[in-house]
């Protein structure tokens, strides 16, 4: 496996000058790791178990939690290079993460950011590590991402614009393999390393220097598309976001979101007005903008009904 000092192609940054975010300020190569907890149960143990077998290099652990009351945060740092930051409140996915990274030093220059709810294949970090050596203005990799019944979850997508969501949005739960939904979760695409728009969230390598360059995730968007903003704005910056799927893992689940199933709907579907409406600004775009909000409250009371019935997790894979 390629040192990770020597993650360099040629006309890439040279050996002598250390990457550098857009206030000047630059970061070594050493790699790190920031998961946001919420009470998040027996998940958060697999995913130590497995991150260390996921990368043959020395790994550092900050667990950036949200207002835990299960323990499980305690006990995991009982392990060697696990710490925990306690925030104290709920801030938020993005906010957290955030708050994470920037409790490292300057040395780490390659920052995880992953749900606690992952559980790594074995070398898999290791393959994304190598894949930004293929790609020297990778700002974020993604991998291949698992559903624990074995099916691949999109995880890299092209942006919801406004046509291709409206699509999805009205269609995705009752038609699945409609042409918006198809194109904007480029279901279609064949599966090799490839550069996407956006990456899911719940697993990232993030190059901190990109990261930090755009501010990282935008904390106004407490759950559900801080990810695609983020995406967003890393390609407008230059980056890349990059789908490495000989990197694997499996997403077992929102131990914490499943306990509160209807509020997370809300946040998604709030989320998503924010990130329409952020990109249809002024008084031109105020018809569209009620438009969108009382189409995804209609949407929101199916996907409730749906809940309510049984087949809320069903539902909100659709809507996603």
Not at 37 to 52: A, I, K
């Amino acid at each position: 496996m390629v040192p990770l000092g020597s993650l360099r192609t040629p006309g890439a940054e040279s050996s002598a000058v250390p990457p550098r975010d857009s206030y000047g300020r630059s970061y070594g190569q050493e790699l790190a790791v920031v998961t946001v907890t919420y009470s998040p149960g027996d998940t958060l143990e697999t995913f130590l178990d497995s991150v260390v077998k996921a990368t043959t290099r020395p790994l550092r652990v900050l667990l950036a939690d949200n207002g835990s009351t299960d323990g499980a945060p305690e006990r995991a740092v009982r392990r060697s290079g696990v710490r925990l930051l306690r925030i104290g409140e709920n801030v938020g996915y993005g906010s957290a993460a955030n708050r994470g990274v920037v409790e490292w030093g300057p040395d780490v220059g390659w920052v995880v950011v992953a749900n606690p709810d992952i559980e790594w294949h074995p070398g898999s970090l290791d393959e994304l590590l190598a894949a930004a050596q293929r790609w020297p203005r990778a700002g974020a990799l993604g991998p291949l991402i698992r559903q624990p019944d074995g099916t691949v979850y999109s995880s890299a997508r092209l942006l919801p614009a406004l046509g291709r969501g409206i699509g999805h949005a009205v269609l995705g739960p009752i038609w699945p393999e409609n042409p918006w939904t198809t194109a904007y979760r480029q279901s279609d695409t064949a599966l090799g390393e490839r550069t996407a728009q956006w990456l899911s969230g719940s697993c990232l390598l993030l190059r901190r220097a990109a990261f930090e360059s755009v501010g990282g995730f935008d904390s106004r968007y407490f759950m559900y598309f801080e990810d695609v903003d983020l995406g967003e704005r890393l390609g407008r910056a230059g980056w890349l976001n990059v789908y490495v799927p000989t990197a694997e893992v499996t997403h077992l689940g929102g131990h914490a979101t499943r306990r509160v199933p209807e509020q997370m709907l809300a946040e998604h579907h709030r989320s998503t007005y924010r990130y329409l409406a952020d990109r249809h600004p002024g008084p031109l775009y105020a018809p569209l903008r009620l438009a969108l909000r009382a189409g995804l409250a209609g949407r929101l009371r199916l996907a409730r009904r749906a809940a309510q019935r049984g087949q809320g997790d069903q539902g909100y894979r659709a809507a996603r």
